[in-house]
């Protein structure tokens, strides 16, 4: 008897239960999916909005106290707080920058001014991924020009206040893709044209621009210095470095200030995303495997009749690992079906993008499956002896 004739009659005969099975299986499946896709996007959001989000890990550091009174942080600040870094272990995952504001600088019109900020190249990845910092170059919001002509203004020291008659034009070489909202800045501000340049750069304007001052340099170094920000590499150590900080009464400022261990609570829902998700597959597998197991139980008499008929066990095997392979090819069809459709109509919020991850999962659980059904059931019970089958039958009950 040829075996594709077999498996057709097999699937007659057993069409309501392969039916239910079927069923049961898709349902499962289909809910597998809905769950796997929902818990990707909360991975993914995680992920994006904290784990990898740059804006996260900068802690920016804006004053300090001393005895009953406040201060503004001060150059050195910047050596002590990487100091502490160091003393507790967090050298190679945290480093403290400073921050400098420029007086502004116009454009060879004078229609445009930028206010200016100095960062060490080292954070260029926090202001844009166009902005490289590099030596004798700007970073601006956007500009078509390989350079930008700015007019530096000289600043003059009059009745205590400041003022500029006089300016100096230097050419420089324009990056463009500057934020106006980034990790530097708490507080964006409307209608404001931001840029950077490296420390080197900003020291050298600051020279231009103070050229007729009394003041030392480092002086006006510290007046230009609006904070202390600390990078840190990892969100895990967010909450530790920021601790570290209030310990030594420094006035601190980042998003996870106002929420206890929030850091590790992140990290922890993750990996409670991740465990759902390995419990949800294991279920569906064993799941389905009993299922089959199961059916193939009912199916004893029915082998016993096939090596009644000369069938030998591997025969067996064969034809039965082709009824369930049918039958995964359909599951997996109609949950796929199902999937879309559900994306189509918007009658279950899924998403597209998850769809090559449902579709490799829906293959390893099927493919699992039929894996441990082939050598849990299949071949332990197509190789019963024929008194076995008949016994463990209902006709022996």
Do not use: W
Not at 87 to 116: C, D, H, Q, W
Not at 334 to 343: G, M, P, Q, S, T
């Amino acid at each position: 008897m040829n075996k594709n004739f077999v498996v057709k009659v097999l699937r007659k005969k057993t069409h309501h239960f392969l039916t239910i099975s079927v069923v049961i299986l898709v349902i499962s499946l289909s809910m597998l999916n809905y769950m796997v896709s929902y818990i990707s996007n909360q991975y993914y959001t995680i992920n994006r909005d904290f784990l990898t989000n740059n804006n996260v890990k900068v802690i920016h550091v804006n004053g300090k106290e001393e005895g009953d009174s406040t201060s503004t942080v001060q150059l050195n600040d910047k050596d002590i707080i990487n100091q502490l870094i160091k003393e507790n272990g967090l050298l190679e995952r945290a480093k403290a920058y400073p921050i400098f504001i420029l007086p502004t600088v116009f454009n060879s019109s004078m229609e445009s001014g930028y206010s200016l900020i100095g960062l060490n190249k080292e954070l260029a990845f926090l202001i844009s991924e166009g902005c490289t910092l590099k030596d004798n170059s700007i970073c601006v919001g956007d500009t078509n020009d390989e350079s930008i002509k700015l007019n530096v203004p000289i600043i003059e020291e009059k009745d205590g206040g400041f003022s500029s008659s006089k300016t100096v034009n230097i050419d420089i070489l324009a990056e463009k893709g500057a934020k106006k909202e980034n990790a530097i800045l708490i507080h964006s501000i409307p209608n404001n044209n931001q840029a950077y340049v490296n420390e080197d750069q900003a020291l050298k304007l600051t020279e231009i621009m103070y050229q007729n001052s009394q003041n030392s340099l480092e002086y006006i170094k510290e007046t230009q210095l609006d904070k202390v920000i600390v990078y840190v590499k990892d969100i895990k150590d967010v909450d530790k470095v920021g601790e570290l900080l209030k310990e030594h009464k420094y006035y601190t400022s980042y998003t996870f200030n106002s929420f206890e261990n929030f850091s590790a609570n992140i990290n922890t829902s993750q990996y409670i995303l991740i465990i759902l998700s390995v419990f949800l597959v294991i279920t569906s597998i064993i799941t389905a495997v009993l299922l089959m197991v199961n059916f193939l139980r009912i199916q004893r008499k029915e082998i016993a009749i096939l090596k009644l008929n000369g069938y030998k066990s591997k025969s067996i095997e064969s034809i039965y690992t082709r009824l369930f392979l049918i039958m995964f090819r359909n599951i997996f069809i109609y949950a796929l079906l199902i999937y879309l459709l559900n994306y189509i109509f918007k009658l279950v919020p899924v998403s597209f993008i998850y769809l090559s991850l449902i579709v490799s999962l829906d293959l390893v659980i099927l493919i699992l499956t039929i894996t441990f059904v082939y050598f849990i059931g299949i071949k332990k019970i197509c190789n019963m002896g024929m008194i076995d089958l008949l016994k463990k039958g209902k006709e022996f009950e």
